[in-house]
């Protein structure tokens, strides 16, 4: 397992490169019975597909998946999913600056230092484009979590310092804006001042919250397979993340347990619940059947027009300038990646849990 | 697997209750031929033992850990090891208040969701002595580390609002204050501090800070095992940490890509460098052969002697007050923690990288 | 994972050597309320012991296990069970002859090959007092099946030439005579072949039948997680077995379709049922609903009284006598065994099979 | 991890039904800077193909693979290699027969029981096709162990009654006649069996041996990893085998100690050797440096021009009779299925010793 394998039950292996043939994934363990066809994935693939907008890659990617195994007659059947993407747009181009130069805040220079060589066209596997694999298993494990009632939706939260207004938060805005934040006006913000990172050659970070509903109460496995901790796993492993926090997270740590605890009271209904959700929805590893709520922070996107200091495989300092368009920020596309990580996750600790008792 | 396994090719499994007859640990894959002693181990564990100051439960615990096998003539066999350390300090209590009530910011209520019933005796399985299988095994992965000249170090960063101060900052300082902290006036201050929360009857969080030395470039598997990903989960498997970052972290969505990328440069003695370390020692989740530097955000300790609002096993609205001493912060035991499963899992990340060439 | 772990949701890991200070197992991921206690495992290790006749060895060892954790008032609590067994028979003893010298049939060799060096004393990790680990598992897995209703029974069914006749069969009778043979007639004459035995300073091999009860249909994933391949891998990983054969297994290859094809038809309950099972119990890798019926053949053991060639350390040809009394065979002992790593197999599948449909 | 994911370091997901659009595998976890193109694999899976010979169905498959990723000029990158066998010969037929009546001797029953329902053409993903990714994964394992000095030759050892000649063996001699016997004579004799067979609408089963040349000592772990163990798995995981025994295998069940242990001896090069091989290469579960040699059984095909007495979804007895032509025999093509299963499960176990030592 060299990392390209996530899960236990619910069990996924992706693959491919930016410039090779194409990406998919296989899942292995989603189980029989399940409504499932290529529109259902297809929708969340348009979400992460770049030419979006002025603010994403122009690279007309197309990014048609195909149901190759594993569902028969419009449902699972239990044995693997496999999920291919091909790439269309491989123009040959002229990767002479990256095939000697290590990009800073790429993997280049890494990639070589581990394998002794690298697939340089485009970034290879640690292309952003690996990401269709994700989210195409994250599609189905979405339709395997709404059939027992769980919802998950991630938004961009800020962009630089520009950050939602809890007061203005509405859903329903998210995806009438090409930034997917689900506040009007901090969307407006946000794109004033990508136009103006563009002007200047940079780029920026951001934030992205993602919060599940419905979840049942007892997900999650003690110890090391908490649900929190198999979160963090996930939403990390996707290129760009260097930060993951629950709940209340790192404000957490400057606050007091009088104030951080969630007292717990009986609804109507006779269903346990909390006054307040410091928590995010886990309490030792495990969902205690309040919305999840966490947040991940992408760093701001590496390439950037600007020339920049750095070595070549030859071991000389020499300069970079990193040809092309670039996107200012990987934030909005990242968005729907992440809710695939998420889902992913749910749903593999949901069909573990059906372990945990006689 | 039901969340007690950590670890593909340096592989642990731990057990026990707070109060059952003891906590344990196995290792699986650590290789033959370490010098390994009880006394490696046993330093580790000294310094989780609570008892230390005022700010940590009075239980004398002992804590002696056995090497039960694994082990011959003073080294390792490469066959399992099972570390076991003996519980003493089980006075028969009166548990009945924990026993049919939930108490607030623990994980008795999702226990009970999970699997029916739990071992209401002190945690019983989420206590904070599961961890000492942790710093177990971590020692013995601190001393395959160090085989290999890699150095884990961790320390307590902030305590509430009160910080180290980076120009303060003394390592060799850390452990002469009982907090753990590298900075002997934020300790002093930090002390003060904790005494009104015990006075008030009241609890705080703080932040863990760690940097990993000597670490070779190239560890790490691209996609989902990530070495920053793999940090990541490990790091919140502990009990009451809500929060991780790397590098920058969270400041690095806040950021722009010409201030946050690490330019490469060559030393005089050929090896490649970067004049920055924003990512924190990672790129493409692969080290990059500097220092790999994470942040942990541990919540206020839930055990608090103030009243609060909760319900039963009945399902009744409840008031429940906590009875007993109770720390009033968990980081300065913590810090060893997160030592111990930085170790394992750079551990295992190394050993697993043997197979990425021919 | 170093090889003593095993399966995907009960999963074990077992620990310990012959001479050191005991040998044990955890178990991860038995389901909660399962009624469990000491004397549930104990009997099971009662059965494996040595001393019970005159073809075992005479080591007193006790073998008493203790429960370490995970039960709670006499039920199973859904965290990890330790437990151990202490060794007591540790007389201190002339190992040189097996210290620097290759036992012919044993894995000193291997070990060396593979570790560089090795725990020599009694075989270290490669002795029989290994399986204590499998069999105090094995007996909470069984545990767990009878919950369900699944019964697993093995028996010597030849000892050398010696075979047990069908029409002779009588499990009761299996417990009655100290080869475990289901057949009065076969015991003696097995008895009296192995006094010959003895008597020769020589050793035989023998061959273990098992026969699973009451396994519901469904049971085994498809590819390479079939049901028969998972019993084969944990019947083949106890030491001295040669082969494994499911149903008619190696006479099936020189059987025709017409013959070995079992029919289906509908019994008086409108449960499906087979007219014959030359399968085993099992299609596709797949339980069919009918007894599971497989076979291990074990070699003779390897420690026999004669003088042997070989090698030592320093590579040089020697003479070796192995010093001691030794079995004449491993099967009677080894029957439990065959029962622990079956119960094992079955009940992680089992548990698996529960995230196959919606 | 439902069943379609094999190893540890070299892990395979396979994917894909006798009738929906291909079959296929992706690798994770291959070393980077092997050498690799698609006539490698390709030459592996001709020697599975359907219409070699009238004993072996008729079907056009074509079976061209295409390496879809982890190949990057002409070299593994380390990262995951898919590949993937699109179907071609997918005739929209009649399945009325097999789509509600259960086949004697196949899985569609179990299928229906575990999943609920099955994709019933041709055998879905219990059919035969299946090995496509396994053979296509093995042929890349292959690559690799060439790389080491190992080989893997399997052949059909006998079929039906008709046994090769110990002393007519030519391995050389294998490629040359349709059923991969290495000795003409019983090649033809066996020619002849099928005839009749065919003519009696029969078929049989038969046995494959393997061996495996240039093994280094010190491969497999001990305990549950054996590498005889996983062999066994890995082997039983085949479709219709029965059995499977290394060394003597079933005969060391009725031999001697004296008889069964191999002498070691040094030879002139200073290497350990043996002076037999009764083990089959392997002792305690590791590797000794000797050849290694297993065998497998297969049941005879169950799919026969016979009328059969079986039952129906709705439950009822019905009889059926398969039309189309069935190979009387599926040992010839099992053959470099056989070699995959051995070279996969050998390359997992090389890569993994790697962490065995300091």
């Not at 693939?45 to 594993?70: C, H, M, W, Y």
């Not at 007892?218 to 090391?224: I, L």
């Not at 963090?232 to 709940?247: D, L, P, Q, Y």
Request: proline share 3%.
């Amino acid at each position: 397992m060299a990392g390209s394998t996530l899960g236990t039950v619910f069990c996924i292996m992706t693959w491919g490169e930016s410039h090779g043939k194409g990406v998919g994934v296989t899942i292995d363990g989603c189980p029989a019975g399940l409504s499932l066809c290529e529109e259902d994935i297809q929708k969340y693939l348009n979400r992460r597909k770049p030419g979006q907008s002025r603010f994403t890659t122009a690279r007309q990617e197309g990014d048609q998946v195909e149901i190759l195994s594993g569902v028969f007659e419009g449902r699972t059947t239990g044995t693997p999913i496999a999920l291919i993407v091909r790439n269309l747009d491989q123009r040959s181009r002229d990767y002479r600056d990256i095939m000697e130069v290590y990009r800073p805040g790429h993997a280049d220079f890494c990639f070589d230092a581990k394998y002794g060589f690298r697939d340089y066209r485009g970034g290879g596997r640690s292309s952003g484009r690996e990401t269709i694999g994700r989210v195409a298993a994250g599609a189905v494990a979405c339709r395997l979590l709404e059939h027992y009632g769980i919802r998950v939706n991630a938004y961009t939260k800020s962009i630089g310092d520009i950050a939602i207004d809890p007061q203005r938060f509405d859903l329903a805005q998210r995806d009438k804006n090409l930034l997917y934040m689900p506040d009007e006006m901090a969307a407006a913000a946000a794109a004033e001042y990508l136009e103006k990172l563009i002007q200047e050659r940079d780029s920026c970070g951001g934030v992205v919250e993602c919060v599940i509903h419905g979840m049942p109460a007892g997900v999650g496995e003690p110890v090391f397979d908490k649900l929190d901790a198999c979160l963090a796993k996930a939403i990390m492993s996707i290129g760009a993340v260097k930060g993951f926090e629950i709940g209340d997270g790192f404000a957490a740590a400057r606050s007091r347990g009088s104030v951080n605890n969630d007292a717990f009271y009986m609804d109507g209904d006779g269903v346990v619940r909390k006054s307040t959700n410091h928590s995010g929805g886990i309490l030792g590893g495990i969902s205690d059947g309040s919305d999840i709520i966490f947040r991940a922070a992408f760093k701001p996107t590496p390439s950037i027009s600007k020339e920049q200091q750095t070595v070549n495989r030859s071991g000389e300092n020499v300069q970079i300038l990193i040809k092309g368009r670039h996107d200012p920020i990987v934030v909005p596309r990242a968005v729907v990646v992440v809710e695939a990580m998420a889902a992913l996750t749910v749903a593999d600790l949901l069909l573990l849990k059906r372990g945990s008792r006689l």
